[in-house]
T-cell receptor, first 111, second 114 residues
Framework: RKEVEQDPGPFNVPEGATVAFNCTYS??????FFWYRQDCRKEPKLLMS???SGNEDGRFTAQLNRASQYISLLIRDSKLSDSATYLC????????????FGGGTRLMVKP | DVKVTQSSRYLVKRTGEKVFLECVQD?????MFWYRQDPGLGLRLIYF???????EKGDIPEGYSVSREKKERFSLILESASTNQTSMYLC?????????????FGQGTRLTVV
């Protein structure tokens, strides 16, 4: 079983739609969680951290469910520029900063 | 702005060659990482380093070694390149030893072994 699992997609949605991605992780001792965004042929970049209480940044909302060991990303009012691969990232250890990446979910927003 | 620079964007090497991939960061980060990214497999950690001369194996270290002689530089070495090492290689760095700090990536090196 992979440590971090995501649906690879692609998710094809029209502009303005709301779309949600889930990600499950296997290590219950995991301490920190993130969503990274990767554009085609570019390096991954941090989109947002995921806090236990949930957090929102504009059109993006991230939530953590420790009991079920999953994190989610909700994108409201999708824009064409949101088209990218979204990587779920987990730090499985309680010391150090070694990140484990999911395989990514590809989002295509169409006009 | 943090900058992580990888020495080459594209590289073509022959089977059996020794290959060096260089990565330099300019923000005095303690942690540095080498990942490879393949379609359908995502990013997989090869090695990471949390301090000068310190290194830890990641998930797929076989066929690779690393060197960190200076804090800002982390080198990935393919001792004898093979075609199954054709991939996109990504270097990253992050601050400190606590959890929750952002990792910054270089632009990637697309290596083809022929």
């Amino acid at each position: 079983r992979k440590e971090v699992e995501q649906d690879p997609g692609p998710f094809n949605v029209p502009e303005g739609a709301t779309v949600a991605f889930n990600c499950t992780y296997s290590n219950s001792a995991s301490q920190s969680f993130f969503w990274y965004r990767q554009d085609c042929r570019k390096e991954p970049k941090l989109l947002m951290s995921v806090y236990s209480s949930g957090n929102e940044d504009g059109r993006f909302t991230a939530q953590l469910n420790r009991a079920s060991q999953y994190i989610s990303l909700l994108i409201r009012d999708s824009k064409l520029s949101d088209s990218a691969t979204y990587l779920c990232v987990v730090n499985p250890f309680n010391a150090g900063n070694m990140l484990t990446f999911g395989g990514g979910t590809r989002l295509m927003v169409k006009p | 702005d943090v900058k992580v620079t990888q020495s080459s964007r594209y590289l073509v090497k022959r089977t059996g060659e020794k290959v060096f991939l260089e990565c330099v960061q300019d923000m005095d980060h303690e942690n540095m990482f080498w990942y490879r990214q393949d379609p359908g497999l995502g990013l997989r950690l090869i090695y990471f380093s949390y301090d000068v001369k310190m290194k830890e194996k990641g998930d797929i270290p076989e066929g690779y070694s690393v060197s960190r002689e200076k804090k800002e530089r982390f080198s990935l070495i393919l001792e004898s390149a093979s075609t199954n090492q054709t991939s996109m290689y990504l270097c990253a760095s992050s601050l400190g030893h606590s959890t929750g700090t952002e990792a910054f990536f270089g632009q990637g090196t697309r290596l083809t072994v022929v």
